[in-house]
T-cell receptor
């Protein structure tokens, strides 16, 4: 039973364009959402997060949008750069800062083409 | 200076053997985790320890036993290894408490291959 779903295993975007990665969740108790980026042979690294009380959070080229009624969030990267090529994981937590850990999606492999 | 470090990074062993993966964090966090990423690429939580106390123990076989000698270390011992144990194991840490962002800091992963 996947509580966090990333339905696109891969996404190819041209350099300079906008990359949009999507994530859906089923557990209405989730109140905190995060995006992680992972390069091969490395651990996931935190990218950006959003609390359920907000619908948008921006950090440089990265913006996360949250639609609570649709249980959907998305990560926008603009402009996309070659170094953005990586696997992006969506994650969710039911207790912010709690010891319950994070529930992850399967990831989307983003490929930025020159 | 690595924040969350795991050893070994690669481990190849025979079925039936016992092996351990070590994890240390120097971030001063009080909560540590073990995650497993299997061939389907899912990152699934296995264990969570807060101040050396087991908080989460997902449906993991008894052959897996975490040990936390202090809050900076969380080791994973696996008995009687099976082919299905082949995966990448990630250690992670974070500071418990609602004032924190809730993000996890991950180690580089330990790729276990059981032959």
């Amino acid at each position: 039973d996947q509580q966090v779903k990333q339905n696109s295993p891969s996404l190819s975007v041209q350099e300079g364009r906008i990359s949009i990665l999507n994530c859906d969740y089923t557990n209405s108790m989730f109140d905190y959402f995060l995006w992680y980026k992972k390069y091969p042979a490395e651990g996931p690294t935190f990218l950006i997060s959003i609390s359920s009380i907000k619908d948008k959070n921006e950090d440089g080229r990265f913006t996360v949008f949250l639609n609570k009624s649709a249980k959907h969030l998305s990560l926008h990267i603009v402009p996309s750069q070659p170094g953005d090529s990586a696997v992006y994981f969506c994650a969710a937590s039911a207790i912010r800062g709690g010891a319950d850990g994070l529930t992850f999606g399967k990831g989307t492999h983003l490929i930025i083409q020159p | 200076d690595t924040a969350v470090s795991q050893t070994p990074k690669y481990l190849v062993t025979q079925m039936g053997n016992d092996k351990s993966i070590k994890c240390e964090q120097n971030l001063g966090h009080d909560t540590m985790y073990w995650y497993k990423q299997d061939s389907k690429k899912f990152l699934k939580i296995m264990f969570s320890y807060n101040n050396k106390e087991l908080i989460i123990n997902e449906t993991v076989p008894n052959r897996f036993s975490p040990k936390s000698p202090d809050k900076a270390h969380l080791n994973l011992h696996i008995n009687s290894l099976e082919l299905g144990d082949s995966a990448v194991y990630f250690c992670a840490s974070r500071q418990h408490g609602s004032s924190n962002t809730g993000e996890l800091f991950f180690g580089e992963g330990s790729r276990l291959t059981v032959l």
